[in-house]
């Protein structure tokens, strides 16, 4: 009975988490690798949670401490993401089946996305995990009253896309890839590392395109963190 480890990247999409974990007994925050790491519990059920910052090094940083010091039995991470599948608009609800890190390339040596030596590039999620997202995140989408829920590829690199030439890129090479965000693959190769179940569950803010700069930022300031709430709710109470 391990707790859930919870993860974002941004204050916006987890601020409300930690708050609702602090109205909550006996949460206790310890600072390990300039992370504060929340552990208690949250809607019932034992959490740790973590701002991550943004990036595939700063998620793999966060869910290797995670697993190493805190012994979390699952991770949940939850955020934004950008939409690039023709359908998928902001306000929509992604949840990842696998990830990928679309900015890894070893090339000839290895074959374009493959994690070298790992021969992996698509990344599994855990499917009950998965599921229960997607049941959670369908209830919240009921009480906002717009808005579909995916289940599909993510693609994570250090890049903000904020382009559509670069989104008929990431198209082209990546057809059916969902969404793009910063972290979640590299949240997936840690917890592939330690063989941990781990989901992604991210709202899309913006369409990465020329409008993403602006986009983004209002998302995060006026909506994001209601939808982390809403779903996480639902996922552990569910
Ligand atoms: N997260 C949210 N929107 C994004 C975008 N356009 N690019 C990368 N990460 C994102």
Not at 42 to 65: D, E, M, P, W, Y
Not at 215 to 227: G, I, T
């Amino acid at each position: 009975n391990r707790p859930i480890g919870i993860v974002a990247a941004m204050p916006g999409e987890i601020t409300a988490l930690i708050n609702a974990m602090r109205t909550s007994r006996a949460v206790e925050s310890h600072t390990v690798g300039r992370r504060e790491f929340y552990s208690g519990e949250l809607f019932g059920r034992r959490c740790v949670v973590v701002l991550a910052g943004v990036g595939k090094v700063a998620a793999a940083i966060t869910a290797t401490t995670l697993i190493r010091t805190f012994d979390i039995g699952s991770l949940v991470f939850v955020g934004v993401a950008g939409g690039l599948a023709h359908g998928v608009s902001v306000g929509d609800i992604v949840v990842a089946q696998t990830l990928l890190q679309h900015d890894l390339d070893a090339s000839p040596l290895f074959p374009r996305y493959e994690v070298p030596l790992l021969g992996v590039s698509r990344f599994e999620t855990h499917p009950d995990l998965a599921s229960a997202l997607m049941r959670a995140a369908e209830q919240h989408l009921e009480q906002v009253g717009i808005g579909r829920v995916y289940r599909g590829l993510i693609v994570s690199g250090d890049q903000f896309i904020s382009d559509a030439e670069d989104v008929r890129a990431l198209r082209d090479a990546l057809p059916d890839a969902l969404a793009v965000e910063m972290e979640g693959a590299a949240i997936a190769q840690a917890c592939n590392a330690y063989d941990l179940p781990f989901a992604v569950v991210r709202t899309i803010s913006d369409s990465a395109d020329g409008d993403a700069g602006r986009d983004f930022p209002r998302f995060l300031e006026e909506r994001a963190s209601a939808y982390s709430l809403g779903v996480i709710e639902r996922f552990l109470e569910g």
